[in-house]
């Protein structure tokens, strides 16, 4: 699996089969593993890797080590050096928390699957000029929220959402009923505080509580 490229069209089908993309900050590179385990066993076999930390290239390529099953991909990229060593630790997409012409073109020149954060409909535009179908809407909350992206989505019907930012379990049935939503990204099951308390059992519990809530959002 590693090195092995996921197309885009694929990955969109696998973001709809999770229903949230666990938003991941690791500071230390030995919790990688057992924090990947906690999302596979608890029923997300996902995670975006936010690149601000030191520890997010070996933890990467870590997880996918181990873990070959996981979708695995880096978060809160803001250069295309850190979307050539995120791909070159396994990561199989790449996220941007805004819209980086630069980011968005390299990707695509080098086929990497890439979801640019858009909030207003010129940035929206600026991916549909570009042929992406999906798209990351950050910050969620504060920008609006599902009204926002319900009033972006009716004039840009091809377009689909990955909304990030203030999404939890008492929200994301809002967000998981509509339609032009793939997934949401979120980070309430994976907490830093939790995360650095070695707590992986908490973690791989509110994991699972996060997958039957999505099961019965989209049954």
Same mark, same amino acid.
């Given at each position: 699996m590693k090195g092995e490229k996921i197309r885009m069209k694929d990955l969109a089908e696998r973001f709809h089969e999770v229903g949230v993309v666990p938003v991941v900050v690791l500071e230390d590179v030995k919790d990688a593993v057992p924090l990947a385990q906690a999302l596979v066993e608890g029923g997300l076999p996902c995670a975006e890797v936010t690149f601000r930390t030191a520890a997010a290239e070996e933890s990467i390529r870590l997880m996918t080590e181990k873990f070959p099953e996981m979708l695995v991909g880096a978060g809160t990229v803001l250069t295309t050096e850190q979307v050539d060593a995120a791909v070159?630790?396994?990561?199989? @997409?790449?996220?941007?928390?805004? @819209?980086?012409?630069?980011?968005?073109?390299?990707?695509?020149k080098k086929e990497i699957p890439v979801l640019p954060g858009c909030i207003s409909p010129s940035e929206v535009a600026q991916a549909v000029k570009r042929g992406l179908k999906t798209v990351k809407f950050f910050p969620a909350e504060q920008a609006g929220g599902v009204a926002m992206i319900k009033a972006m989505a009716a004039p840009y019907t091809g377009i689909k959402f990955m909304p990030t930012g203030g999404i939890n379990a008492k929200n994301l049935e809002d967000y998981l009923s509509f339609d032009k939503i793939v997934c949401c990204g979120g980070s309430w099951m994976v907490k830093g505080e939790l995360v650095k308390a070695g707590a992986f059992d908490k973690i791989k519990e509110l994991t699972a509580e996060a997958r039957n809530l999505v099961e019965s959002i989209r049954k």
């Open positions: 070159k630790a396994g990561a199989k @997409f790449i996220v941007s928390p805004g @819209f980086d012409p630069e980011i968005v073109d390299y990707c695509l």
